[in-house]
């Protein structure tokens, strides 16, 4: 709402309100400005939804990270569907003021159905540069030629320069101002908008298809390579035990690729394939298209695939596991981790060596005393039994 209201709006009048008159068109900063109008709107949405992800308060990070994503895809979709809707009666306002007309001469004032004026060719071109200037470069490049400054490069320079001002801050204090954020996987949400931005271009003439989907590729790749770095050499180390992220990226891809569907019947109307449908009736095929989809997709996901799966071992791959022998490779235990159990193991039981606290990246200081729980050894961080002289 603060987005429709503070950012989206001013643009929507100004576009709505400018003279069209003997084929005029807003210029280039109107356009940059739609590229930024973007950016921050789905920025905006980014951070609404973690906060609203963050509040709920799930207890595993994999259950927030599944919330975030579909929250975020369908935030961004309404999104675009405003955009839609505003840059439709813009295009109607101006074609009807420069007096267009449909292939059959009748003049789009007087054309009366929604089906009809949107498969004209004046508005079927001005919904696909929209959608074009929508995707690319404003979602498919732009954001993703700004997030290394505002996660990597900003941070770190902000957290050097207090840490150096402020000689106050030391050990671990300072090591948390200049470490990047956590990852998470809101990517996943990222790439389900893309696929929705290349879907709806298949509603209009081929002309910019082909480009847009040279922009997808050439953005994904550097999408790749920064993610690539980001999680090699930036941020710290961390674990999803389940495939609840990706089970629910697959699930949000049903009522998508549902739009294919929903395409289909809509390009096929009227074109010798048994169906010619006029009115808001074409908008109900549509409609039943896209609904038929998204639940055979679901079901294929819930019920089929699961059918494929590898069959569960017929003895436990762990059995005869110790607390010992996994505690010997795995630094983070239920010792290692419980700072009251460390103190206590310090400064009352006077330990040697006491119970080192586990700390992220700081593993190779650990040292193990068997008698007390704790068999990491930083030293030996694979846990081999170390060879006789050596």
Known sequence: LFWAIVFYSPYAYYVMT???????EPGF????????IVVVGNAIMYEVCARISDWVGFR??????ACYMI???IACMFNVGLDFVTTYFTAELVMEGLGFRNYFGVPLAKITTFTEKFETYGMQRSLAENTYAYAFPSTYLIPFLIEPFPTILAPLWLGRLIVRSHPEIRGKDAEEWLAMADMEMGRYADLLLNVILGILIFYFPGGYTWMLFLGMAGSHVWIYLFDHYRVLRSIPSCTFASFDVEWWAQAMMAPIIGIIAA???FKNNCHDHGYCIKGFGIVAVCSAAWLAHTILHLCMLVYVIPKFSLPRPDEDVCAGETFQNVARKNPCSWFTTNPIYCLRSRYYYEHSPPCDHYVL????????????????DGSNPDGKTPKAGS
């Open 18 to 24: 400018f003279n069209y008159e003997n084929g005029r």
């Open 29 to 36: 900063i109107v356009g940059f400005a739609f590229s930024m």
């Open 361 to 376: 990246g700081k593993e190779n200081l650990m040292r193990s005393n068997s008698t007390i729980g704790c068999f990491y």
């Open 71 to 73: 929250l975020y895809t």
């Open 263 to 265: 395409c289909l019947a």
């Open 60 to 65: 595993f990070k994999d259950n927030r990270e």
